[in-house]
């Protein structure tokens, strides 16, 4: 396949720089793909790309990511709706009666819903948005914590989403066997320096052990400068006008149940609709054309969140139609000895990883790449596979114009730009963390 060099790297780039620019993602990772079509095709740029736009928006991929993220706008919209986000947020408020017990509640769902790190971003920033508004914390914070931590727990567990393709690349790079590949996978949590270093740091942030900096600690003294929220009357009293917690709490156990027996979180949202139907029409709380035109309703608040994944959705493809992934492997490829390959296995993905968006499908190029060159030089292939993936998540953290970063801020009502300015100095910490550890694992593990 035809590469361009550093060419490659001019529309990333021009969408980075226009995203921090404008405060538009969508329209800024639209520009980065237009001048990857011109850079591709010249004058002939139109037509190809309207054929790229056909071929990205109509594969199997978007149609499931457009389906997932919009049936659970309408299920966000069902729970408030129903008085079940107000309900458990009553109960929220009781057992977190301060500022750290309520960041310390989302952190520990944000791990507890491990299954996929959509459905945790979105149900437990749904969940918890109230809760956390009640002691004055930071929608930025509660955006970083539900984005950082949900990603970095589920690839810890083989068996939510992440840890299924995880384990699929461990026996398609031949680390392992077909039979093997959950015992390979727990072989390797251990070298997942960066998940393991995430969830500690956020949990540290999150109990006030860890202090916050920069922008995100302008936004703690913006809200401390608000007066505290007293509860309403129907929350002290516990009164069912305040909502019933049920409502929330039982069709999340659906969705998450049922995800985890078929493997596929759309399932899931499926089987959470119908339960939510349920529950809610024969408690009279909307009559079923109100369920309806709740689930559009909610469909459509995530139009906004649609068009920035369709966008980078297109700017991914750009960038492999440019040899982008290619170009940086090889790069770095003259530089690599044993020693400071886990290193330079988690910086590549994590580079990739921000650059083009495209996580699951970095870590496949990149694992096709470097565990080869691992088993060459004789290096530890569970290690080399760690750093890659660790490098994988990392960037998944950091790339605020991805789809994780996208429903974290619109879960949260901030915006891309803002998770980047707040959250990516809090990164700084377990990325810097993750790179010491690779460097020292370098030269005493393989």
Request: charged share 10%.
């Amino acid at each position: 396949m035809q590469t361009y060099g550093l060419l490659s790297l001019l529309p990333m780039a021009l969408a980075i720089a226009l995203v921090l620019l404008t405060k538009r993602t969508a329209l800024s990772l639209l520009a980065g793909t237009l001048v990857g079509a011109v850079i591709l095709y010249g004058a002939d740029a139109p037509g190809h790309y309207m054929s790229l736009v056909y071929g990205t928006l109509g594969s199997e991929l978007w149609i499931w990511v457009l389906l997932l993220v919009g049936l659970f706008g309408s299920l966000v919209a069902l729970f408030d709706a129903s008085g079940g986000i107000q309900g458990f947020t009553n109960i929220a408020v009781r057992f977190c009666n301060s500022q750290r017990r309520s960041l310390l509640t989302v952190w520990l769902l944000s791990i507890v819903v491990f299954v996929d790190d959509y459905l945790a971003i979105l149900a437990v920033g749904a969940a918890m948005r109230k809760a956390t508004d009640r002691f004055r914390v930071p929608r930025e914070m509660l955006a970083f914590l539900i984005c950082t931590v949900s990603a970095a727990a589920c690839v810890l567990f083989p068996t939510s989403s992440w840890g299924m393709f995880m384990t699929s690349q461990l026996v398609a790079t031949g680390i392992c066997g077909p039979t093997q590949g959950i015992v390979t996978y727990l072989r390797m949590i251990p070298f997942l320096f960066y998940p393991l270093s995430m969830l500690l740091c956020g949990g540290l942030y999150a109990a006030g052990v860890l202090p916050v900096f920069g922008p995100m600690k302008t936004a703690y003294q913006r809200e401390q400068a608000k007066p505290l929220a007293a509860p309403s009357a129907e929350a002290a009293s516990g009164e069912a006008a305040a909502g019933n917690a049920w409502n929330l709490v039982l069709p999340i156990v659906v969705l998450t149940a049922v995800t985890l027996l078929t493997g596929d979180a759309l399932y899931g949202i499926a089987a959470c609709l119908l339960s939510c139907a349920l529950l809610y029409l024969p408690q009279r709380l909307m009559t079923a054309g109100k369920f309806l035109d709740t689930i559009l309703s909610g469909f459509q608040d995530m139009l906004g969140v649609l068009c920035i994944v369709a966008a980078a959705f297109l700017l991914r493809d750009v960038n492999d139609l440019l040899g982008m992934p290619a170009y940086i492997i090889g790069s770095v490829g003259a530089v690599l000895n044993i020693h400071l390959l886990p290193v330079i296995a988690f910086l590549v993905a994590f580079a990739l990883g921000f650059a083009a968006g495209n996580f699951w499908g970095v870590c496949a190029i990149s694992a096709t790449v470097l565990v080869p060159m691992a088993q060459a030089l004789g290096g530890n292939l569970l290690l080399t596979a760690g750093a890659i993936i660790s490098g994988v998540v990392a960037s998944c953290n950091a790339c605020f114009f991805a789809a994780q970063a996208t429903l974290a801020a619109s879960v949260t009502e901030t915006s891309n730009a803002t998770y980047a300015k707040t959250a990516l100095p809090l990164q700084a910490l377990p990325l810097g963390l993750s790179v010491v550890l690779y460097l020292v694992a370098g030269f005493v593990v393989q």
